[in-house]
């Protein structure tokens, strides 16, 4: 028995199958990550096209089976195609980064209604907010640690548990989380987090602005988390879509 059912669905990723089929994967509002055939999508006559471009936001209706790997999609119709961005290779490289972790890094068919909101509400302000796009990418790599279950534990020394940590440089063990300078000296240290990047993660992780914070930083934060991830997940092989462009 197959059920229909209508979503909303940010797509992940869209790759041709057949000779006028595409298969994608969408991160859905109520099942998760799904893998759904859109039949003839690449036949002359067909409207889904674009339509089903990564990373747009979109409503789908599909005849979903649970014994079924890869589900049929009936019709798929747009909410936002994130215009902005696609006129900006900056906002562009972050928006595919984040869809490239959530398609790598998130089981299928399992429903996390927080984490599809946080990833529509990140691409909405990706493609118009002000701020810059690679201070967003940050606050989305923090927040969808969290979500899978790596969460950085940032809050007070994982050794002496001393929690006034903003005026000196630290380390990171990425078994027992954040060490001030002194447990620095004494324990493994797999990343060294300097006065300026670690007040730069807190500021990701409260919300507050973050423009004071140098390009370097910014960087920095990136790869110390993707660092981060690849010792957790030995399968992770980084974020192609930053290696693509560079
Ligand atoms: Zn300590």
Redesign the pocket.
């Known amino acids: 028995m197959s059920e229909i059912i209508k979503t909303e669905a940010i797509v992940l990723s869209k790759m041709n199958y057949g000779d006028t089929s595409n298969i994608l994967s969408v991160y859905t509002k109520d099942y998760g990550k799904l893998s759904v055939i859109i039949k003839g999508a690449r036949s002359p006559r067909s409207k889904s096209g674009f339509i089903a471009d990564p990373p747009n936001h979109v409503q789908i209706v599909i005849y979903k089976k649970d014994t079924r790997d890869l589900q049929v999609l009936s019709s798929i119709d747009l909410i936002s195609y994130f215009p902005h961005m696609k006129e900006d290779i900056d906002r562009l490289k972050y928006s595919f980064a984040i869809i490239e972790l959530v398609k790598k890094l998130t089981p299928e068919n399992e429903t996390n209604l927080r984490l599809f909101n946080g990833l529509s509400r990140i691409l909405s302000l990706i493609d118009s907010s002000d701020e810059m796009p690679g201070i967003l990418f940050g606050r989305f790599f923090l927040f969808f640690l969290k979500e899978i279950g790596y969460e950085l534990q940032l809050k007070k020394?994982a050794?002496?548990?001393?929690s006034d940590l903003t005026e000196e440089n630290l380390g990171y063990n990425f078994d027992i989380g954040i060490?001030?300078s002194?447990?620095s000296i004494k324990n493994r240290v797999d990343f060294k987090l300097s006065q300026e990047l670690f007040n730069y993660l807190l500021c990701l992780n409260s919300n507050k602005s973050a423009d004071i914070f140098k390009e370097f930083t910014l960087d920095k934060a990136i790869i110390f988390m993707e660092r981060y991830l690849k010792f957790h997940i030995p399968d992770f092989n980084g974020i192609q879509a930053f290696q693509a462009i560079k």
Do not use: A, M, P
Not at 159 to 162: I, K
């Open positions: 020394c050794s002496c548990e001393r060490l001030c002194n447990c």
